[in-house]
């Protein structure tokens, strides 16, 4: 049998969150190759052969697992939520561009998942109701005046903003200046949410406002979504508000 | 037993990228309620009630989901993707919020869902591997004048672009006048794909650049994807190209 790669979206946590073709793919799979806490969800059969690396390896992953294929493995790169988000897709691709060329007739498909974006929204209400943008923080990829950049123009257009690797151990300042920005664009009674590992046992959720948003409350696993001067919350006796975010936009918007 | 509204992402299409959270609410709901194409999708069981409506009637289906259960029926509210992006959810809570207060004891949840957006990417390859947004190209909800500012404020600062709603009836040149204000900003040769109905048998995949972009080729079930000038294009030999944005952004962009 002549090997593949899929590159799988192991979604937010929840088995019941886990897509079929998600969990067919890993199940059809002899090799795994991940980031060790993702590969950790994942009940290995007799014979699969587990690659567990360390989060900040992307790039060597996404060569051992196309090399792997080459060989004929059958090799299954797992991501949290989907893989396109901030995730594992976009290094095989990286890899497999300055790879050798025989690399390009391997079998490579990715299988979609349901992002921690989703899930985080979806426990809120709907917050991502209208136009939205999903920004990752980790200044590794990408320098500040860059992200400061997107931030403001986000803000100002008038899109929802999911943030994900908001807290860095490397650099936990980032999200303290991160909000700084978008102060000076949006209310300070703008919604701003905390949705840490939802859908898992270390789920917790906070919905504060940007003008009280603390950092230290957000870790790796912590989605941050900061809404709109639209974005609404429906109070309910005993229990979280509803956040959401209208559809229309008034013109003078 | 009382009431509940569950408001369900049935996924891009295919079975496979159903999740069975989504699945089980669905067999366990007395009412269906949505457009009549996602309804079409789910097989009903003895005694489930199906009530179709016109795709524009999103408040009055949320009114009417938000009604039955109160009366003591489990409403399963249905829509393609993820329900939260440009769906039913954020019509649900603008019910909830605008009607009798009773309304918000009720049990309501939100089941997410594998996006259109996330299910195009995946068959591309990772070409939301960096920063990026959605955006409704809907003129009934907001204005020409907000869209536009959009549309350049995300295209300026480098964030790849999903449009939804890329093509309607009633305004068939809005995707025209996007594409115009994008060729502003955006090198002719960037990458656009149109991803059709992807995972269904209607799927279609069109790669092009945004100078040859051809807005013919877009109906209501296509989801329009606008690189960023650093989207790549991997070429095969007798398959179609990978499309991915890099990970990293140099200090210059």
């Known amino acids: 049998m002549s090997g593949w790669v899929r590159v799988v979206g192991l979604g937010p946590g929840a088995a019941g969150l886990l897509a079929p073709d998600a969990a067919q793919a890993v199940a059809a799979s002899s090799d795994l190759i991940g980031y060790a806490t993702y590969l950790d969800r994942v009940?290995?059969?007799?014979?699969?052969?587990?690659?567990a690396s360390d989060n900040r390896e992307e790039l060597a992953r996404a060569r051992n697992a196309l090399s792997l294929a080459?060989?004929?493995?059958?090799?299954?790169?797992?991501?949290?939520?989907?893989?396109?988000?901030?995730a594992m897709a976009s290094a095989v691709f990286e890899a497999?561009?300055?790879?050798?060329l025989?690399?390009?007739?391997?079998?490579?498909?990715?299988?979609?998942?349901?992002?921690?974006?989703?899930?985080?929204?979806?426990?809120?209400?709907?917050?991502?109701?209208?136009?939205f943008c999903a920004i990752s923080l980790s200044d590794n990829l990408k320098p500040w005046?860059?992200?400061?950049?997107r931030l403001r123009a986000v803000a100002t257009a008038g899109l929802v903003i999911a943030l994900y690797n908001a807290r860095s151990q490397a650099r936990p300042d980032l999200l303290g200046r991160a909000f700084a920005v978008l102060a000076e664009i949006l209310p300070g009674g703008t919604?701003?949410?905390?949705?840490r590992a939802v859908s898992t046992e270390a789920e917790r959720i906070d919905?504060?406002?940007?003008?009280?948003?603390?950092?230290?409350?957000?870790?790796?696993?912590?989605?941050?979504?900061?809404?709109?001067?639209?974005?609404?919350?429906?109070?309910?006796?005993?229990?979280a508000p509803f956040v959401y975010s209208p559809r229309f936009v008034e013109a003078s918007a």
Chains 1, 2 share one sequence.
């Open 43 to 51: 009940t290995l059969s007799e014979g699969q052969i587990r690659h």
């Open 70 to 86: 080459a060989e004929g493995r059958r090799v299954a790169v797992v991501s949290g939520g989907d893989p396109g988000v901030f």
């Open 96 to 100: 497999l561009e300055a790879g050798p």
């Open 102 to 131: 025989a690399w390009r007739r391997l079998d490579i498909e990715v299988v979609p998942g349901i992002s921690a974006m989703f899930a985080a929204a979806a426990r809120l209400g709907a917050p991502l109701g209208a136009d």
């Open 145 to 149: 005046s860059v992200l400061e950049a």
């Open 191 to 195: 919604v701003v949410a905390f949705a």
């Open 207 to 239: 919905i504060t406002t940007l003008a009280e948003a603390d950092p230290s409350l957000v870790d790796m696993r912590t989605l941050v979504l900061i809404g709109t001067a639209a974005t609404r919350l429906i109070v309910r006796e005993g229990a």
